[in-house]
């Protein structure tokens, strides 16, 4: 395993800064946000113009891009041309694993199986894996329904987030048990009432999760995804996460 960190870490910033930064604060890895809205690029430019994608992503001073988060906005069939774009510049790029989000609850279960199976058959194709995000709010709420979707398309793994069963309705619940599914991993402190607090304050034994993928034998990164916060100074959050998470490997 290794650290990396989100290029959303610093959202307010341009893409190139926002690398920039993070090297600066020792980073040696990052994730890089393809989302329509609020990302550091835009699926749909991705498709327009895969050249200059490709040259955005390679000029990264000297970080290694190690998974692409991907959010599209498009209908079908655009939605998954765009995906299929995002794609290819992973696999330009050498990047593993591209992360999409789960349908939100009350969605049938089997059209979200559809949807995810065509986007793994997609990947597929380039070499490229499809990692779930776990997330409140949607099908993958809970550990058990996050494992039902791995189980029902062959291929598709997890981003774990672990914060998402830290806080919200679930709080607490154990999740040893989507371990195996793991593709990315999404790290910041958490507890129960909030996702989000100060390095140290909250719930989240990083020591035992980093155990707990080890069983797995998961090798990837542990991508830090701090989102700034008023009156928190945020370069010292990441510096303290990279320390820390470094301490334990």
């Known amino acids: 395993m290794f650290v990396a960190a989100s290029s959303r870490c610093f959202p307010h910033l341009p893409l190139s800064a926002a690398l920039l930064q993070l090297v600066e604060l020792e980073y040696s890895s990052v994730e890089i946000m393809i989302h329509e809205t609020d990302g550091h690029m835009k699926p749909s430019d991705v498709l327009a113009d895969p050249e200059r994608a490709m040259l955005q992503c390679r000029q990264t001073h000297r970080l290694t891009p190690v998974a692409l988060s991907v959010e599209i906005e498009a209908p079908e069939p655009l939605y998954y041309h765009q995906f299929a774009a995002c794609c290819r510049l992973a696999k330009a790029i050498k990047v593993v694993t591209i992360t999409v989000r789960s349908a939100e609850l009350g969605t049938p279960f089997n059209a ?10 997609l990947a597929s194709r380039e070499g490229v894996r499809v990692g779930l995000l776990t997330e409140v ?3 993958t709420e809970t550990p058990d329904n996050a494992v ?15 914060s998402h069963y830290f806080y919200g309705p679930h709080a607490g619940v154990d999740f040893d048990h989507v371990m195996k599914h ?5 790290l910041r402190d958490t507890n129960k009432s909030q996702l989000q607090v100060q390095v140290g ?3 989240i034994e990083y020591g035992r999760l980093i155990n707990q993928l080890n069983r797995v034998r998961y090798d990837r ?13 945020q370069l010292t959050e990441m510096r303290k996460m990279r320390l820390l998470l470094e301490s334990l490997l």
Not at 148 to 162: A, E, I, W, Y
Not at 221 to 227: G, S, T
């Open 148 to 162: 039902v979707m791995c189980d029902s398309v062959k291929g598709l793994g997890l981003t774990l987030d672990p």
């Open 182 to 186: 793991v593709y990315h991993v999404r």
């Open 137 to 139: 709010g949607r099908m």
């Open 201 to 203: 304050q909250g719930d």
């Open 221 to 233: 990164a542990l991508c830090v995804d701090i989102a700034p916060t008023p009156d928190v100074d």
């Open 112 to 121: 979200e199986v559809e949807r995810l199976q065509m986007l793994v058959a």
